[in-house]
């Protein structure tokens, strides 16, 4: 049971647009930054977007994300075969859950 | 550039100890710390513990206090994770990650990761 909350699956076609979500609380996203790492097949997760909505250098821009209250989200716009792939929110825990903590991760299929 | 390097993969039985290393270049070591997550098999992200290459100060995750030990090494800039009496759930993959801070204390990323490595616990 992971402390912020993914759904599991997304899915969409070549060019859409879609949002992944990540819930948690007041002692989570709720007052820290949220983070977001993509793993592709077989290899280690990478850094995709830091301080809620930066991208670190040589991320597209199709990558973005927000946060609101205890809620974030990642959008990927114009979707690219290459975007298959599992997405993870993480955020540091004020509690006795943290320092660290992540979302279960959501898997992406480009249809 | 900056890169993180782990050993290699390692088969262990059950009670016995691993030892994975992860050797930092392209960066002073001593500025930053250094994370450990693991990845089940199928499964999510899991943060282990956090030492600094600073002070060698740790923080580590509850429900592995007192199986857990994680060191450095800063004349080769190499830290290392040693888990004990592994059990078949700690079959996994370790990943040993950079970590950034920013201004505020909870603000702090995973940047860049090591390629990985897995651990095998079987009789």
């Known amino acids: 049971q992971s402390v912020l909350t993914q759904p599991p699956s997304a899915s969409g076609t070549p060019g859409q647009r879609v949002t992944i979500s990540c819930s948690g609380s007041s002692s989570n996203i709720g007052s820290n930054y949220v983070y977001w790492y993509q ?18 250098s040589g991320v597209p821009d199709r990558f973005s994300g927000s946060k ?16 298959e792939a599992d997405y993870y929110c993480a955020a540091w825990d004020d509690s006795l859950s943290g320092p660290w903590v992540f979302g279960g991760g959501t898997k992406l299929t480009v249809l | 550039q900056v890169q993180l390097v782990q050993s290699g993969a390692e088969v262990k039985k059950p009670g016995a100890s691993v030892k994975v290393s992860c050797k930092a ?22 943060w282990m513990g956090w ?22 090494d800063t004349s080769t800039s190499t830290a290392y994770m040693e888990l004990r009496s592994l059990r078949s759930d700690d079959t996994a993959v370790y990943y040993c ?9 909870g603000e702090s990323w995973f940047d860049p990761w090591g390629q990985g490595t897995l651990v095998t616990v079987s009789s």
């Open chain 1, 39 to 56: 793993q592709l097949p077989g290899t280690a997760p990478k850094l995709l977007i830091y301080r809620n909505n930066q991208r670190p």
């Open chain 1, 68 to 83: 609101s209250g205890t809620s974030a989200s990642l959008a990927i716009s114009g979707l690219r075969s290459e975007d």
């Open chain 2, 25 to 46: 270049s392209g960066y002073t070591f001593t500025s930053y710390g250094i994370s450990w997550v693991r990845q089940a098999p199928g499964q999510g992200l899991e």
């Open chain 2, 51 to 72: 030492i600094s290459a600073y002070n060698g100060n740790t923080n580590y995750a509850q429900k592995l206090q007192g199986r857990v030990t994680m060191t450095t």
């Open chain 2, 97 to 105: 990650a950079r970590v950034n801070r920013g201004v505020s204390i």
